[in-house]
């Protein structure tokens, strides 16, 4: 069973990169914030299904993918507003320009991908496995988002 | 994964290591939060804002509610990063993979299973060392996913966008000409998600679970009837061949056979074939099924071939066969048509199977090649499945890093039979990369040299018909990467890139020998390589300048009439444009020097698709740019008939007069 300290302590060492993946998807740091601590309070009442604390990375990440899918959702039929609107702004505290515009290019789906790739540490299996994709669909999306993402990233 | 894609994921996550969290997220902070939630909750009142508007959380709330159990990733999860603690134990664990018992195929031959339980011993050796690499219980460590309604439909099975057919030829009267789909290897045939057979239009629609047939006889569209797939059937894409449309994709397929074992697990490749005689009402008239994840298809004097990954994730069980050998027709594979890994454990599968076009209702014949991640190259008469071995989740226990191993399978009129094993140093890039003329196969790779570095060179090998290297050069422009190439009869060409783009020429007359012939270095490269006459390469990708800035998408014709001397005799930019689908699927390209076209998606701030054509005095001209409508994810695809053009993504489509290229209708389906 894991308690409130034990789960500060795994809390610790992922919410930085928790906090980047959902910055990548949700691409607005209240937005980001918010689907943080949804997440995070999603853990916290459920964290007594987790039985293995190695687990938790993975199964938090999991869990907030999904949140920023729905809230992505919800808010798709604004999206090419949000997106114009995203795009031609500038966030003190948001993504560097040229990441922000390179997760832009891609659909809902290669974000998460990618996201899932860089901050969750995860294979084309695994991804297959949480977003019910094939994981040659993953792969071969991954590749082709990164080819798209390469060029628009700054050194 | 290559190393390039590694790359490019370190460089997004470096990124945004300074992007600063925001205090509301801090670990204090954060448990601050949940207190005072757990506090109201038990007391019954509506919670305070904290750190997320009180909306947001009423929301949480409902999702709570709609928590589901979903099976775990379990074992095979990576705990990256997750604590040194875990690392260390990992650590432990792979010390004794190199010893893990299960008799090492021999890399030089193919062999066959003798029985299933040789068979189960790769599988299970594969569990053991992830479950020790992992340092997780097996099958159930546990984890709940969280899902909610949203996220289910969400979730797409659709395969990497990949395209039509070939075998049909289109040399009508010349105005009734229409184009098929651009193949790799000319005479053998590939699907796609539009094809045409000059009266009608076939397209699948967005949701994959369409397609469309539209009559293209005038200048008004008109569609005449459909076909609507089963509503568990993702279709991937189709072949039309004779009057027939074969749909290939994926199939959510759980059956219990009459021992009461599951078949298919919840997933299969389906192969469903319909008869075209009367257009107002397609019939489907047969059905495949076989084990695993639709992966691509080739079409040859009258059979299909389809290939699928079988991923083994599920708990296996030694007596219970289907839980771990594939299937084809409901059909357990026979031990003799499986064929071992190189590795002393595996988890995958490659299954291949034909199916013949006159009697679509089961399978001709069916191999599987254990093997991981594979990806197929088809030549006239043989398949080959390379494997780059760096990408296994295994690989730092493989002994032998950074190669791609090669099975080798002959076939003829769907008679499958597997012929030689052999591997090489290093990646291929594509399928253009490898590439089968006159009894031996020429490579070219681009090899890692210390894991970790990105120090990295080249090689060009030449195999004979066993698979035994004859020839090869090695250590070719260091720290470059093979972006693309193409073979014609003797010669070679291939582009490497780091800040120019060399475009390499290689001779292999003889093929114990092969030498380089030329070198040409210009600024950006070229992502994609097409024969447009004897003389004649184009090349489609990026311009750059000398310090690797892009300036947008370009197109490149070649003079190769000297392979030694090779020119770039014309340019054209297309600033604004960043990528194009045709550098990383070739069916996206419509190339047809018959024609004079040269036709392919573009994106950037829109998406478009253009029409060049080429000739030597007035270089390339932009024929039509026009914005693309639709939103298909599976991409866009240009086709000529009847001396119109008809660019279609998703569920809409556009028609052109060839000529003046003014848009005379379109269509949303």
């Keep these: 069973m894991i308690d409130a300290i034990a789960f500060k302590e795994l809390y610790k060492t992922v919410y930085q990169d928790l906090y980047r993946f959902a910055l990548c998807m949700m691409h607005h740091p209240q937005d980001a914030e918010d ?20 687990a938790f990375r993975s199964w938090i990440f999991q869990i907030l993918a999904n949140v920023c899918r729905r809230k992505l959702k919800s808010r798709e039929r604004t999206e090419t507003e949000l997106k114009e609107d995203h795009a031609s702004a500038t966030y003190c505290d948001g993504l560097r320009t040229d990441v922000e515009r390179a997760f832009l290019i891609l659909d809902e789906d290669d974000q998460l991908i990618i996201g899932l790739s860089v901050y969750g540490g995860y294979n084309s299996k695994e991804i297959g496995k949480m977003l019910k994709l094939n994981p040659n669909t993953v792969r071969s999306r991954r590749k082709r988002a990164l080819e798209k993402m390469s060029w628009l990233l700054k050194e | 994964m290559t190393d390039h ?91 004794s993979i190199g010893t893990s018992s299960g008799k090492l195929a021999s890399s030089d031959t193919l062999e066959t299973a003798t029985d299933y339980d040789e068979v189960y011993t790769y599988l299970q050796s594969y569990q053991d060392e992830l479950d020790s690499l992992y340092a997780t219980d097996s099958t159930d460590s546990g984890i709940v996913m969280y899902s909610n309604e949203t996220a289910g439909s969400g979730a797409r099975t659709d395969s990497s966008s990949s395209s039509s057919d070939s075998a049909t030829a289109s040399t009508h009267a010349v105005d009734t000409s229409f184009s098929d789909t651009n193949v790799r290897t000319e005479g053998v045939g590939e699907a796609d998600i539009v094809k045409t057979d000059g009266n009608y239009l076939y397209t699948l629609k967005a949701n994959s679970k369409e397609i469309s047939i539209v009559d293209i006889r005038s200048d008004q569209m008109k569609v005449v009837s459909g076909i609507s797939l089963n509503e568990n059937f993702q279709a991937s894409e189709f072949y039309l061949s004779d009057q027939k449309l074969f749909v290939l994709g994926n199939m959510q397929n759980t059956k219990v056979d009459s021992d009461s074992k599951t078949l298919y697990r919840g997933s299969c490749t389906r192969i469903q074939t319909y008869d075209l005689t009367d257009i107002n009402n397609p019939k489907s008239i047969g059905t495949v099924d076989q084990s695993g994840y639709y992966l691509t298809s ?110 080798k ?82 010669t070679g060409y291939f582009v490497t890139y780091e800040q120019t783009d060399p475009l390499f020429s290689v001779d292999f007359s003889d093929p114990e020998n092969p030498k380089i012939l030329g070198k040409l270095k210009i600024p950006g490269f070229s992502e ?54 045709a550098f990383y699927d070739y069916r996206a390209a419509l190339v047809d020097p018959e024609k004079n076209l040269i036709g392919f998606p573009l994106s950037g701030s829109a998406d478009q698709y253009v029409i060049l054509s080429y000739d030597k005095d007035q270089c390339f001209q932009v024929q039509m740019q026009e914005e693309v409508n639709g939103n298909s994810y599976l991409g866009t695809r240009g086709v000529y008939a009847n001396e119109k053009f008809y660019v279609i993504n998703g569920n809409a489509i556009e028609a052109y007069r060839m000529g003046d290229y003014v848009k005379i209708d379109d269509l949303l389906l």
């Design chain 1, 35 to 54: 689907a943080v601590s949804e997440a995070v309070l999603s853990a916290y009442e459920n964290i007594h299904k987790l039985r293995k604390e190695e």
């Design chain 2, 5 to 95: 894609e590694k790359e490019i994921l370190d460089k997004i996550k470096q990124s945004t290591e300074k992007t600063p969290v925001p205090e509301s997220l801090a670990p204090d902070q954060i448990m601050k939060m949940l207190e005072e939630h757990n506090s109201t909750q038990a007391s019954g009142h509506i919670p305070k804002k904290h750190g997320f508007s009180r909306s947001q959380w009423m929301r949480g709330g409902l999702i709570a509610a709609a928590l589901v159990l979903v099976v775990g990733i379990g074992a095979h999860i990576r705990q990256q990063n997750l604590s040194s603690d875990s690392a260390t134990s990992s650590t432990k664990g792979s010390s």
């Design chain 2, 298 to 407: 080739r079409f040859k004097d009258g059979y299909l071939y389809v290939f699928s990954d079988y991923y083994v994730y599920d708990t296996i069980t030694k007596k219970d066969y289907p839980s771990y050998v594939p299937l084809v027709d409901d059909n357990l594979l026979k031990q003799s048509d499986i064929y071992l890994p190189t590795n002393h454990a595996a988890d995958q599968y490659l299954v291949v199977s034909s199916v013949s076009a006159d009697d679509p209702e089961k399978a001709a014949d069916q191999k599987a090649i254990m093997s991981e991640n594979g990806e197929v190259y088809v030549s006239e008469n043989n398949i080959y499945i390379y494997e780059y071995t760096n990408s296994s989740i295994l690989a730092d226990n493989l002994a032998a890093k950074n190669q791609t191993i090669l099975r």
């Design chain 2, 409 to 490: 399978l002959s076939y003829n009129k769907g008679k499958l039979s597997g012929s030689a094993q052999g591997k090489v140093k290093g990646y291929l890039n594509d399928s253009f990369s490898i590439d089968e003329y006159d009894n031996t196969l020429r490579l070219v790779t681009t090899v890692t040299h210390n894991v970790g570095s990105s120090s990295q060179s080249n090689s060009v090998y030449v195999l004979d018909a066993d698979l035994k290297t004859i020839g090869k050069i090695e250590d070719l422009a260091k720290d470059e990467q093979v972006y693309s190439a193409r073979f014609l009869g003797d």
């Design chain 2, 528 to 581: 994609y390589l097409h024969f447009y006459s004897d003389n004649l390469l184009l090349g489609i990708g990026m311009d750059t300048d000398e310090n690797g800035v892009t300036n947008g998408v370009k197109v490149s014709m070649f003079d190769i009439s000297d392979p030694s001397d090779v020119k770039e005799v014309s340019k054209y930019t297309l600033d604004q444009y960043y990528y194009s689908d």
